[in-house]
């Protein structure tokens, strides 16, 4: 069995930015686990978590395939790396970009930097996959935030993504998320085909972000 993912989707949650960002980056870094623990955190708070966290693998939460010059606004690869980030998800639920832009930014970044492309369904990631990127995960936007894990509320989805993807492409590794909570939840995405999960409230919203992310590595 290959490396398991544990990817800590910061969002922009309020228990999850500036100072807070820091403090969980630490949290997650204190974790002892086989696992590889990843957090994807605001372009904002890139810097500042590397600093806190320097053992942690920390990606970005978008980027722009854009060069250097006037583009306002826009989150240029180079820069992300510069900071510290060694990967990104792309084409979340709550930041859709075209698969022409997905391709463009697995044009423009190293070889050794981890692209995680989300898909919201198996179409989206059959497309996906075509791109090669090192990541597919599948995340059925309902279940995005809620209480129910998709590998409970959908197992089918984790099943049919992960054969789809597999079928196209065995180097592009699966992820699957939303609603994932604790380690049964990850134990079972892991079981279903995938190589892990890629979170946000399970851990961002508990009163006790360490608790969680013990158990949600307690099953690897
Ligand atoms: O990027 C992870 C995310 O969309 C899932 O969110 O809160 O359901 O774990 P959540």
């Given at each position: 069995?290959?490396?398991?993912?544990?990817v800590v989707n910061f969002k922009?949650?309020?228990?999850a930015?500036?100072?807070?960002?820091?403090?969980?980056?630490?949290?997650?870094?204190?974790?002892?686990?086989?696992?590889?623990?990843?957090a994807v955190v605001?372009?904002?708070?890139?810097?500042?978590?590397?600093?806190?966290?320097?053992?942690?693998?920390?990606w970005?939460q978008?980027?722009?395939?854009?060069?250097?010059?006037?583009?306002?606004?826009?989150?240029?690869?180079?820069?992300?790396?510069?900071?510290?980030?060694?990967?990104?998800i792309?084409?979340h639920?709550?930041?859709?970009?075209?698969?022409?832009?997905?391709?463009?930014?697995?044009?423009?970044?190293?070889?050794?930097?981890?692209?995680?492309?989300?898909?919201?369904?198996?179409?989206?990631?059959?497309?996906?996959?075509?791109?090669?990127?090192?990541?597919?995960?599948?995340?059925?936007?309902?279940?995005?935030?809620?209480?129910?894990?998709?590998?409970?509320?959908?197992?089918?989805?984790?099943?049919?993504?992960?054969?789809?993807?597999?079928?196209?492409?065995?180097?592009?590794?699966?992820?699957?998320g939303?609603?994932?909570?604790?380690?049964?939840?990850?134990?079972?995405?892991?079981?279903?085909?995938?190589?892990?999960?890629l979170l946000a409230?399970?851990?961002t919203?508990?009163?006790?972000?360490?608790?969680?992310?013990?158990?949600?590595?307690?099953?690897?």
């Amino acid at each position: 069995m290959g490396e398991q993912l544990v990817v800590v989707n910061f969002k922009t949650y309020e228990t999850a930015h500036g100072i807070a960002a820091e403090e969980l980056a630490r949290a997650m870094a204190s974790i002892e686990t086989d696992a590889r623990m990843i957090a994807v955190v605001s372009a904002f708070d890139l810097s500042a978590v590397v600093a806190a966290a320097p053992n942690l693998e920390v990606w970005t939460q978008h980027l722009d395939p854009i060069a250097f010059g006037s583009n306002t606004g826009w989150l240029h690869p180079e820069t992300a790396i510069s900071r510290g980030a060694s990967g990104t998800i792309i084409n979340h639920a709550e930041h859709k970009v075209s698969l022409e832009h997905v391709a463009m930014i697995l044009d423009s970044v190293p070889e050794d930097f981890t692209v995680c492309a989300c898909a919201a369904d198996i179409e989206e990631a059959r497309a996906l996959t075509a791109l090669q990127p090192n990541y597919v995960a599948v995340e059925p936007p309902e279940l995005i935030g809620g209480d129910v894990s998709v590998t409970t509320a959908d197992p089918e989805i984790v099943i049919s993504t992960a054969a789809a993807i597999s079928e196209i492409n065995e180097n592009v590794g699966i992820l699957c998320g939303a609603g994932v909570k604790n380690g049964e939840d990850v134990a079972m995405a892991i079981q279903l085909g995938t190589s892990g999960v890629l979170l946000a409230s399970g851990v961002t919203k508990v009163a006790d972000p360490v608790s969680a992310l013990a158990d949600l590595v307690s099953k690897i």
